[in-house]
């Protein structure tokens, strides 16, 4: 058996169905980070442990979550409450882990579910992500809005795929979960132009979808009129427009939060920074207008 943490946070629309998709298990650990809804409540209504927790970023939490949550086993999944367990999946899991093979960790697949259908093109289907390891041999460290793994010893990938319901809370909710992610993009993105490197190994022969989707990303940072070149990409060579409606609204919205992140990279390198001083220079200045006055 493995354990299973989901992690929320104003989720009380997901994590009612999340939860039951991971009742498989016997072990199921709710990482809240301090919900204002009533994520805690109905969780609480389920046979599972909640544990509440500041969120700093999704590195830090997860890592936080891995060293201080004690779990009844080994081995881990992590669950994010839009996301389900299924029971493909669930089987896998237990499968592998008990197959002794020298692996510490799996990267599982994503299918985002979005306007009631898989997209199945847009979204570079297959990307993986590690979801299910031994909790003493992976960590986590912040990459932008998200975070990136730290695995001490050898990883593989799963066969099944999970599903995730990027938009089940509507498009409001969507556009401000990303106004937020393009903030942290931003910072990410000024950071990799001034001080990080393209990996052209991995961009063409990496070993795996993930240093190669990787690769394509710091790549991709270094690009000109990237909104533009991700819309085609997604839409025409990816051929996103085998996704229909859904396809056509994805890639659109994609192209958007690009340019939420470009807009933000200028913010952070020509808006000036407020100082005390100039505080301090500004209050002067008005005080001795009135004054005059």
């Known amino acids: 058996m493995f354990s299973i943490y989901i992690l929320t946070y104003n989720e009380e629309i ?18 809240d980070s ?3 809804d009533r994520t805690v409540e109905i969780a609480k209504s ?10 700093e970023s999704h590195g830090k939490q997860r890592t936080w979550m891995l060293q201080e949550v004690p779990t009844k086993y080994e081995w881990v999944y992590i669950l994010e409450a839009d996301e389900r367990m299924t029971l493909e999946l669930f089987n896998e899991c237990l499968e592998v882990i008990n197959s002794q093979k020298e692996y510490i ?4 697949a994503e299918r985002v579910m979005f306007m009631g259908t898989w997209i199945r093109y847009s979204t570079q289907y297959p990307r993986y992500q590690m979801r299910l390891f031994r909790k003493d041999k992976v960590w986590f460290t912040d990459y932008g809005h998200t975070e990136r793994e730290v695995c001490d010893g ?34 990410e993105t000024v950071r990799q132009l001034e001080t990080g490197n393209v990996s052209w190994k991995n961009l063409f022969f990496g070993a795996s979808e993930v240093d190669r989707r990787r690769a394509l990303k710091d790549f991709s940072l270094r ?15 990816l051929k996103g427009f085998l996704d229909g409606q859904a396809g056509l609204a994805w890639c659109t919205l994609q192209a958007f939060y690009e340019y939420l992140i470009l807009m933000k990279v200028w913010e952070i ?13 500004a209050n002067s200045s008005k005080v001795e207008i009135e004054a005059k006055g």
């Open 154 to 187: 050898p990883t593989s990938f799963l066969k099944e795929t999970y599903p995730h319901y990027t938009c089940s809370k509507g498009i409001s909710r969507w556009i401000e979960k990303h106004n937020r992610y393009s903030t942290d993009e931003a910072a």
């Open 105 to 108: 960790g799996y990267y599982v």
């Open 269 to 281: 390198k020509n808006m000036p920074v407020p100082s005390l001083t100039s505080a301090i220079d």
């Open 46 to 55: 389920y046979n599972v442990r909640t544990v509440p927790h500041k969120f």
């Open 223 to 237: 690009l000109p009129f990237r909104p533009i070149i991700r819309f085609i990409y997604m839409y025409i060579f």
């Open 14 to 31: 997901d994590i009612a169905a999340c939860i039951g998709s991971a009742m498989l298990s016997n072990d199921i650990i709710i990482v």
């Open 34 to 36: 301090l919900s204002s």
